[in-house]
């Protein structure tokens, strides 16, 4: 939540600071904002309400010279939004900006503080409380801005990352993290700040992560340095990324959300790609096997995370206790990470996150790290927080995911639990080896099958025309597909903002079955699984109460038809893996239904796609 951007270097700043706005925006974008010094050594800062489009329209006739700047998207926390409330902010004097992700858990005690000694507040913002902190401290204690930033974050309490410049100092840049995402790019003379790689691929692959409560400092001229807040150097580390810029942009596309939509074929393919041997006899997730004692051993697995994440996780959960016959619980990183719960050493926790960032389940990481058990990463950005916090584990492979519903991520996470459910399985001899091979037969076919869902697009596309106002639908699944319906309800809601449930059918009857009349849509999933008879006796029921039934079923199966008034038919795959196929229309019709009600599909209101704020 959030996004931050800094330049410093030969090149003008405003251009590279609006590019990595606008490639930061996934995490904001309720208001954005830019400081930059300019050769008479003057700081201007120009703030708009709205997207960064709207900045750009705003500050494009104005002073926008200058080699050195940072720039900020922005989700609010505290106060709404507007152009008071956007960053940078600035200290008393205005000589100090600064720009933040996260969010200072002690701003009130801090604010009151400061104020008690005069200083005068602009905005409602927990930031502020930071920027003015360091002013006041830098000019108290008459000490240069490295010092004061050092001070200052000795104070605070919360999460941040920070960059500050000063007026009258054309030549630094200092920044800071704690908790929330900062990468630092090394070009040739130029320093590079974001809160992910994104904005810095395009200009240099040297990038550096900085550890919690370090400060960079970036100078001219000079190699960048790393210290603590006793002034005191760290080493630090150099990495390589690959990023291939063409997944920055739609290619194409009207929205990333739908170009995610259709990669998803090839990222299954990236996924299974060198875990899976060429002759789909056998596979090995390095991590798993090069811990394998941690999993024999396993008293049960926990697996924490939040939303989609949260869903790809109760997937995880059918497939490692069928196939392991481990006991498995799941877990919202938010609820979890609270209630002190019992996690013993030789419990494996995983931790399943597309961003790597998000701050409950960073949360929940620590905790069981903490309680000695191994814990295990399942992440999609490199280099991300929680894959650096974990023990081992294993990235999606899927490609940055820039639409703010996730939907490559969720088959690129559901496909590595099947995977990693599969190792264990074959390291425990629990699962019949005809029943492994036919799985992985099974899990190399996904692609093709995906490939022939998205063929059900036009008709999808259709088929949401008639539910575009619809208020209310129910979606219903049971065993594998349980969690696709929670998870194609999440989709509709969050992009169409449409009211959406999703339900295992049995539970219909306990209750919810009371919401149906003729107005009610009812997704439901019926492909041909081990339940299937009882799905469909759930489905009966709705139909007897006059719900109007969208059904997924197997290709070829005829019933459904009978009594439902859309039936969409999937390529038959096994029942373990029929999540991977039955996402897929459930992601295009919520897609459909946003598009036909005119939503900002990409960027749905109130939300962020990385949640580095509890
Ligand atoms: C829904 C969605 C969110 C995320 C959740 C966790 O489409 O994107 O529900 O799944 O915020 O995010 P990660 O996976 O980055 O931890």
Redesign the pocket.
């Known amino acids: 939540m959030c996004g931050i951007v800094g330049y410093m270097g030969c090149q003008q700043a405003y251009p590279i600071l609006i590019k990595g706005l606008h490639r930061l925006e996934y995490r904001g974008y309720d208001s954005a904002g830019i400081a930059l010094i300019d050769s008479n050594n003057e700081l201007n800062i120009y703030k708009a309400k709205g997207k960064v489009a709207n900045l750009e329209h705003f500050a494009d006739s104005k002073n926008i010279s200058g080699t050195i700047g940072i720039a900020h998207t922005r989700w609010a926390t505290h106060g709404e939004p507007n152009d008071t409330n956007a960053h940078p902010h600035v200290s008393q004097t205005g000589s100090l900006a600064l720009i933040h992700n996260g969010i200072i858990e002690n701003y009130a005690v801090l604010k009151k503080y400061l104020q008690d000694r005069g200083v005068v507040f602009r905005s409602e913002t927990d930031t502020e409380v930071l920027v003015q902190l360091i002013g006041y401290l830098q000019q108290t204690n008459n000490c240069d801005l490295c010092t004061a930033v050092q001070q200052a974050l000795r104070e605070v309490v919360g999460a941040y990352a920070i960059a500050v410049i000063e007026k009258g100092n054309p030549d630094q840049i200092i920044a800071a993290r704690k908790s929330s995402p900062l990468v630092i790019g090394i070009g040739e003379g130029e320093f590079f700040i974001a809160s992910d790689a994104t904005p810095i691929v395009e200009h240099t692959q040297q990038v550096i992560y900085p550890n919690d409560e370090e400060i960079v400092v970036i100078r001219r001229g000079e190699p960048l340095k790393i210290v603590n807040f006793e002034n005191i150097e760290h080493p630090h580390q150099i990495k390589h990324i690959d990023m291939d810029i063409s997944q920055l942009e739609k290619g194409g596309y009207p929205h990333f959300m739908l170009k995610e939509i259709y990669e998803q074929p090839q990222t299954l393919i990236d996924c299974i790609r060198g875990r899976i041997n060429p002759e789909g006899t056998d596979v090995i997730l390095s991590g798993v096997m090069d811990n394998k004692e941690r999993f024999l051993n396993a008293r049960r697995i926990i697996i924490a ?5 949260w869903h790809a996780a109760l997937i995880g959960e059918h497939l490692i206790e069928e196939l392991c016959r481990i006991p498995v619980e799941v877990e919202y990183a938010s609820e979890f990470r609270y209630r002190n719960p019992v996690i013993y050493p030789d419990d494996v926790v995983i931790a399943i ?3 790597g960032e ?1 701050a409950d ?1 960073l949360a929940a990481v620590e905790i069981a790290k903490k309680q000695g058990a191994f814990i295990y990463g399942i992440c999609n950005v490199i280099g991300s927080s929680i894959p650096r916090a974990t023990d081992s584990g294993s990235y999606i492979h899927v490609g940055p995911e820039i639409g ?3 939907t490559k ?1 969720f088959t690129g996470q559901v496909t590595v639990l099947s995977m990693l459910a599969l190792t264990i399985a074959k390291l425990k001899n629990s699962i019949d080896p005809q029943l492994y091979r036919k799985l992985l037969g099974e899990l190399r076919s996904i692609p093709q099958r995906m490939e022939e869902t998205l063929k059900l697009d036009a008709p999808i596309r259709e088929l949401s025309k008639i539910f575009t106002y619809a208020r209310n639908f129910i979606y219903l699944g049971r065993g594998y597909n349980y969690p696709v319906a929670l998870e194609g309800a ?2 509709l809601k ?1 992009i169409s903002y449409i009211h959406a449930e999703g339900y295992p059918a049995a539970e219909m009857k306990h209750g919810p079955i009371a919401l149906i009349d003729e107005e009610m849509p009812v997704v439901a999933i019926a492909t041909t699984d081990s339940i299937y008879e009882k799905t469909i006796s759930n489905i009966q029921e709705i139909k007897a109460r006059k719900g109007r039934i969208i059904a997924l079923v197997t290709r070829g199966n005829h019933e459904v038809a009978r009594f439902a008034d859309s039936v969409i038919e999937l390529p038959e795959t096994d029942e373990r893996l029929a999540p991977l196929i039955a996402a897929i229309p459930l992601q295009l019709l919520a897609y459909y239904i946003a598009v036909n009600k005119g939503r900002d599909v990409d960027q749905p209101r109130n939300l962020a ?3 580095t704020v509890e």
Do not use: D, F, H, Y
Request: proline share 0%; hydrophobic share 30%.
């Open positions: 995370a939040c939303g989609t994440s996150s597309q961003s998000t389940t703010v519903a996730s991520a999440l989709k969050e796609k990385s949640v």
